[in-house]
């Protein structure tokens, strides 16, 4: 049998191995060393910011994010349903609120229409406060979630956090790199938009440091409280005084050289990732009533992080084909259970679910590594077809 073909795996080369090697032969391997403030620096100045504040994960960077937000006991956030379960446990249970979960449009992102609903209809506005009608709770934060790389619509999404007095909270996890090149967002990067944003370096992620995130605020204050928290609260070094409960969330050293490495190839895997994509809706969009799903490219330039093959007109059901093509040696997956239906949330407020409900139902994410060959794109397409 031919090779197998993964879903999405990091793309290392000699740089990287060299970089990381530096840092191992100095002895700099855990949160000390410079490197992790020169990563900082570079990916603040890929995106336009002040400042980046490097940790140990995605995940641990949403809790910041939340904490720094001052997001807390009983307050509530409006997220998506549709989405990796820590683009949400983070903001809510982790902090003590609790999440209203909305459904997606065709991007896959939070829906505007629904989000402004919920709002409007369930929720009353008091000194600049809005209150869920149901639960007396106070809606605190929105949180926007940039799936697969597509841009969440933040030209609308920024109006109803204004016009609410919601807090804009931006998952940008999985889209470093997707950027407005038209409207009045024109040049900010997915991340920079909102009051503070979350990326991941996770290896599956379009760059990765093994594990790894980063924080980014238009609050110089919020980053500043993100960083204290990361490293323990630490409020005097010699002393060990803490003023407040911090967490050991801090990137180390070594994982700063592969960022760097990997950041000076980010703008070539994204390039090779419109190859793919194109390749895959060139060989399977509108062939035997498949579909390549599209990102949003009106005025954005998305970093198309995962592909979606759409399987509702095609007569091909979800779990078979995943199980056709992993007996074929290439692997692929069905977009996330919802999460609304997960752990302990079913008790949630949930609205608008049309279209989530349907997108979980018919889509499977095909292979989108950034060292993918046109070669093996072209055998997932075949494979496709064969089914
Ligand atoms: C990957 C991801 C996260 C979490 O990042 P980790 O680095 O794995 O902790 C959060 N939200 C979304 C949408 C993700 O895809």
């Known amino acids: 049998m031919s090779e197998f073909i993964p879903l999405s795996v990091p793309n290392f080369g000699p740089r990287e191995?060299?970089?990381?090697?530096?840092?191992?032969?100095?002895?700099?391997?855990?949160?000390?060393?410079?490197?992790?403030?020169?990563?900082?620096?570079?990916?603040?100045?890929?995106?336009?910011?002040?400042?980046?504040?490097?940790?140990?994960?995605?995940?641990?960077?949403?809790?910041?994010?939340?904490?720094?937000?001052?997001?807390?006991?009983?307050?509530?956030?409006?997220?998506?349903?549709?989405?990796?379960?820590?683009?949400?446990?983070?903001l809510t249970r982790y902090v003590g609120a609790e999440p209203i979960f909305i459904g997606c449009d065709d991007s896959l992102c939070i829906d505007p229409d629904a989000v402004e609903a919920f709002c409007r209809d369930h929720c009353e506005l008091r000194d600049g406060k809005l209150y869920n009608k149901a639960t007396g709770a106070h809606v605190k934060a929105l949180e926007a979630v940039h799936v697969f790389g597509n841009m969440a619509d933040m030209v609308r999404l920024t109006e109803i956090a204004r016009r609410y007095g919601l807090i804009l909270i931006e998952d940008a996890t999985e889209a470093l790199g997707t950027h407005y090149t038209d409207g009045p967002f024109a040049g900010k990067f997915a991340g920079t938009i909102g009051d503070i944003g979350c990326y991941s370096f996770n290896g599956n992620k379009i760059i990765t440091t093994g594990a790894g995130g980063a924080v980014v605020s238009n609050h110089p204050d919020w980053a500043e409280h993100a960083k204290h928290l990361s490293t323990q609260a630490k409020a005097d070094l010699l002393q060990f005084l803490h003023d407040e409960v911090g967490y050991?969330?801090?990137?180390?050293?070594?994982?700063?050289?592969?960022?760097?490495?990997?950041?000076?190839?980010?703008?070539?895997?994204?390039?090779?990732?419109?190859?793919?994509?194109?390749?895959?809706?060139?060989?399977?969009?509108?062939?035997?009533?498949?579909?390549?799903?599209?990102?949003?490219?009106?005025?954005?330039?998305?970093?198309?992080?995962?592909?979606?093959?759409?399987?509702?007109?095609?007569?091909?059901?979800?779990?078979?084909?995943?199980?056709?093509?992993?007996?074929?040696?290439?692997?692929?997956?069905?977009?996330?259970?919802?999460?609304?239906?997960?752990?302990?949330?079913?008790?949630?407020?949930?609205?608008?679910?049309?279209?989530?409900?349907?997108?979980?139902?018919?889509?499977?994410?095909?292979?989108?590594?950034?060292?993918?060959?046109?070669?093996?794109?072209?055998?997932?397409?075949?494979?496709?077809?064969?089914?």
């Not at 060299?18 to 100045?45: C, D, N, P, Q, Y």
């Not at 910041?64 to 549709?82: F, H, K, N, S």
């Open 17 to 90: 191995a060299e970089l990381a090697g530096e840092a191992i032969t100095s002895g700099w391997v855990s949160t000390s060393g410079g490197k992790v403030t020169e990563f900082e620096e570079a990916l603040a100045r890929y995106l336009g910011m002040d400042r980046a504040v490097a940790c140990n994960g995605g995940s641990s960077a949403l809790h910041l994010a939340a904490m720094a937000a001052g997001i807390t006991r009983g307050d509530e956030v409006i997220v998506p349903t549709l989405t990796f379960i820590a683009a949400v446990n983070p």
């Open 248 to 387: 050991n969330y801090r990137m180390t050293n070594v994982q700063a050289c592969l960022g760097l490495a990997q950041l000076e190839r980010l703008e070539g895997f994204i390039a090779h990732k419109k190859e793919l994509y194109d390749h895959y809706v060139e060989k399977l969009d509108g062939v035997k009533g498949l579909r390549i799903l599209p990102f949003r490219t009106e005025g954005i330039r998305p970093n198309r992080w995962f592909f979606s093959l759409y399987l509702k007109d095609s007569g091909l059901d979800r779990d078979t084909v995943i199980e056709k093509l992993q007996a074929q040696g290439i692997q692929t997956r069905p977009v996330w259970a919802l999460i609304h239906e997960q752990a302990d949330y079913p008790r949630n407020e949930a609205y608008g679910l049309d279209k989530a409900l349907n997108y979980r139902r018919y889509i499977v994410n095909l292979p989108c590594s950034t060292n993918l060959s046109l070669a093996d794109c072209e055998r997932v397409c075949q494979a496709v077809l064969s089914l």
